[in-house]
């Protein structure tokens, strides 16, 4: 599920590699989290990976409030205990002192005529690894501690496969159980926004953990790179859900193919998006053999989006004019977008809706007005604006085969109470007699174990995906595939 609040201040934008600068006076290689706290009071998460290696510094910087991930910092210059990055993709600058005991780093961030505080927080000593093999053996000081680490008890293989259709070639890893097979199969679907075949954001890696534990239960799981992330060709930056429902479509067949999977018990596990793209993947001429819907909505797109945008201002206030305030400039956001095609027209109205009606201090003004053309522009790229025309009621009826749907009830971005009843509705006023819906008490969106369910808690919380929901999982999938 996007991200419809301030937060879009910073534009996914991804790099492909990070340059290096000075020689290294002190090892500042791991994983840096941030927040950062824009003039509207909306707070970003920033990550920042930093390696040191061979008298290289070399960084990247993730946005996990965007599902941006990798975007190049081009340089990384260090004097003493300053460092100062340049992130030409986002045009934006840091610089910052290293505490004595090496775990802050204190400084302000530069963007669209903003100054900004800034304290990054060392949270491990080494930098986020690449996509990987899942194993048996758990923990480990680089990662979180559910990532699985080798060695492993299952074979983990590199594949590739083709979307034909759209002349791309997507890359991923498939795991297999222990013995011959053929195997039951899911394919992971990742949610929206270009991600990796680990879903990586927040600092965790759910799909990477997820695989790990659906493999050791007897089910082979294929996880693939986004397109135009990681080894997979193809533009990220305009891929649709009609893309995405093609590439879901591609890896089914890829694994049909294969003598150790069994052809007929292929099935689809989508997270968020990735559920809606299932969904549509279902109505096709060779549908999955099941379905699981993880944390997807079951109401149209832009109905979501106001849910999400009120679910969230509910943590910070219960002021009920505020609320209808946000709801409303939310609905007002979301008919322009559907409303105005061109995109430069579409987003000088939004900025008019989002600008404050009073007086400001100039340099006050300008951080809004760039805050708000962030916004703006976010709400009106391809991806968001087939987000708002999704019409889940009228997709989830074609559906026949069987369906899990999981929510948290702690979700703030896609209101379990509201959207699994409305899957449910929609898929047996059709007659799917086979559908199992399940609200999962204390779990956020990212299926964690979670004190309010706060985007701003996802990176806090070491728990990457909560074992009782991913017990659920294998344990209805294994029960479609006997």
């Known amino acids: 599920m996007r991200f419809s609040s301030f937060g879009s201040l910073l ?21 840096w989290n941030g927040n950062l706290r824009i003039p509207t009071g ?21 946005i996990p409030t965007q599902n941006a991930q990798n975007i190049a910092v081009d340089r990384v210059e260090t004097k003493g205990d300053s460092l100062l990055l340049t992130v030409s993709a986002i045009r934006a600058r840091f610089a910052g002192q290293v505490a004595p005991d090496g775990r802050l780093l204190r400084g302000f961030w530069r963007q669209n005529n903003a100054k900004l505080p800034l304290t990054f927080q060392r949270t491990s000593t080494a930098a986020a690894p690449t996509a990987a093999g899942p194993s048996a053996k758990r923990g480990g000081k680089a990662g979180r501690p559910q990532e699985p680490q080798a060695p492993f008890s299952y074979q983990a293989e590199e594949v590739r496969f083709t979307n034909k259709s759209a002349g791309v070639t997507l890359a991923g890893t ?16 990742t949610g929206s926004g270009p991600q990796d075949r680990d879903e990586a954001v927040f600092g965790h890696k759910p799909f990477l953990v997820l695989a790990d534990y659906l493999t050791q239960q007897g089910i082979a799981v294929l996880r693939f790179d986004d397109r135009g992330v ?33 052809a007929k018990k292929v099935g689809l596990v989508g997270h968020s998006e990735g559920g809606t793209a299932g969904v549509r993947a279902a109505s096709q001429a060779q549908p999955p053999a099941f379905l699981v819907l993880l944390g997807m909505a079951g109401v149209p797109g832009s109905e979501a ?3 999400q945008a009120l679910a969230n201002a509910r943590l910070k206030t219960k002021d009920p004019k505020i609320l209808a305030g946000v709801e409303q400039r939310q609905r007002a956001l979301i008919a322009i977008s559907q409303r105005v095609a061109d995109a430069q027209q579409a987003q000088q109205q939004m900025i008019a809706v989002l600008m404050p ?4 201090p100039a340099e006050q003004m300008n951080q809004l007005r760039a805050a708000a053309a962030g916004q703006a522009a976010a709400m009106t790229t391809p991806a968001f604006r087939a987000l708002l025309s999704d019409n889940p009621a009228q ?23 509201t959207n699994l009843p409305a899957i449910e509705k929609s898929l047996k006023s059709s007659g799917n007699r086979d559908v199992t819906t399940r609200e999962l008490p204390g779990l956020n969106h990212m299926f964690q174990t979670a004190p309010t369910g706060a985007i701003s808690e996802y ?4 728990e990457t995906f909560s074992p009782t929901a991913m017990q659920a999982i294998s344990t209805w999938i294994l029960s479609r595939t006997k």
């Open 305 to 307: 989006v106001v849910q």
């Open 459 to 462: 990176s806090q919380i070491e």
């Open 357 to 360: 009606d009073i007086s400001l």
């Open 11 to 31: 534009v996914a934008l991804l790099g492909a590699y990070s340059a290096f600068g000075q020689r290294p006076t002190s090892n500042l290689s791991g994983q």
């Open 174 to 189: 498939l795991t297999l159980p222990p013995g011959k097979g053929p195997f039951p199969a899911a394919v992971l679907l």
């Open 230 to 262: 990681g080894k997979s060709t193809g533009n990220a930056t305009t891929t649709t859900l009609t893309d995405y429902t093609q590439d879901a479509e591609a890896a089914m067949a890829f694994l049909r193919s294969r003598p150790d999977i069994n």
């Open 395 to 417: 997709t989830l009826r074609t559906v026949k085969c069987p369906v899990l749907a999981l929510g948290g009830a702690k979700d703030m971005q896609v209101i379990s109470s």
């Open 42 to 62: 909306a707070t970003l998460q920033l990550q920042m990976n930093v390696q040191d290696q061979g008298g290289r510094r070399t960084a990247t910087l993730d």
